[in-house]
Nanobody, 123 residues
Framework: QAKLVESGGGSVQAGGSLRLSCTASGLRFDDAAMGWFRQLPGKERELVSCITWSGVQTHYADSVKGRFTISQDTAKNIVYLQMTSLSPEDTAMYYC????????????????WGQGTQVTVSS
């Protein structure tokens, strides 16, 4: 059974950094795209970044370009989201998600979801 488990969230001050991890199991890794989404209460989930397991395709939301970096460790089946220069606007619940094929923006295209990890950035 496919499963995603996020970790690495926490509370930081503005300008700080965090690295989120998504440990995956039970996936067809050679055909997977892994996305990081975030969601505020009452808001829709938005794609922050995505990477295909091969690493060929990556995507970043405009709001995080130059600050966040997505990567994968294929030996450990972990996808990372390195977040730097964090601002209070980055405060949200962050979710890892997986789908077959390429990266898509809409969360409805992703079929496997983790439980989420909270990121809180104080000013």
């Amino acid at each position: 059974q496919a499963k995603l488990v996020e970790s690495g969230g926490g509370s930081v001050q503005a300008g700080g950094s965090l690295r989120l991890s998504c440990t995956a199991s039970g996936l067809r890794f050679d055909d997977a795209a892994m996305g990081w989404f975030r969601q505020l209460p009452g808001k829709e989930r938005e794609l922050v970044s995505c990477i295909t397991w091969s690493g060929v395709q990556t995507h970043y939301a405009d709001s995080v370009k130059g600050r966040f970096t997505i990567s994968q460790d294929t030996a450990k089946n972990i996808v990372y989201l390195q977040m730097t220069s964090l601002s209070p606007e980055d405060t949200a619940m962050y979710y890892c998600a997986a789908r077959a094929g390429t990266c898509y923006l809409a969360p409805s295209w992703y079929v496997i979801w983790g439980q989420g990890t909270q990121v809180t950035v104080s000013s």
